[in-house]
């Protein structure tokens, strides 16, 4: 089982960027698959980025080329650089984290460990 705490939100203009930082406590978190997920006021919470335990990568058509989701599994840690923020960025995004394998990692229900959530605001 693990934690995990998420930070580095704030309030930054478009075009700008921001990096958030997911951070996991938990000796066997390298073995998991770690994503990022965001959520605006009564909309579904929808995916944005995954990283398997191996480093492959996969993002959601609307961050490609702007977002990189990163691991240091050393340190225990997952982020996601955040560049060209758009104003439809602004969300409150959400670490997640599953040791399950075969999952459909763009699915909220394939996660089971979730940070609290990192308020983006992209002022246009």
């Known amino acids: 089982q693990v934690q995990l705490v998420d930070s580095g939100g704030g309030l930054v203009q ?5 990096r958030l930082s997911c951070a996991a406590s938990g000796r066997t978190f390298g073995r998991y698959t770690a994503g990022w997920f965001r959520q605006t006021p009564g909309k579904e919470r929808e995916f944005v980025a995954v990283i398997s335990w191996s480093g492959t990568t996969y993002y959601a058509d609307s961050v490609k080329g702007r977002f990189t989701i990163s691991r240091d599994n050393a ?3 997952v982020s996601l650089q955040m560049n060209s923020l758009k104003a439809e960025d602004t969300a409150v995004y959400y670490c ?3 040791e399950r394998y075969g999952i459909t990692p763009t699915r909220v ?4 460990y979730w940070g609290q959530g990192t308020q983006v605001t992209v002022s246009s």
Do not use: D, Q, V
């Open 75 to 77: 340190k225990n840690t």
């Open 96 to 98: 997640a984290a599953s």
């Open 14 to 18: 478009a075009g700008g960027s921001l």
């Open 109 to 112: 229900s394939s996660f089971e």
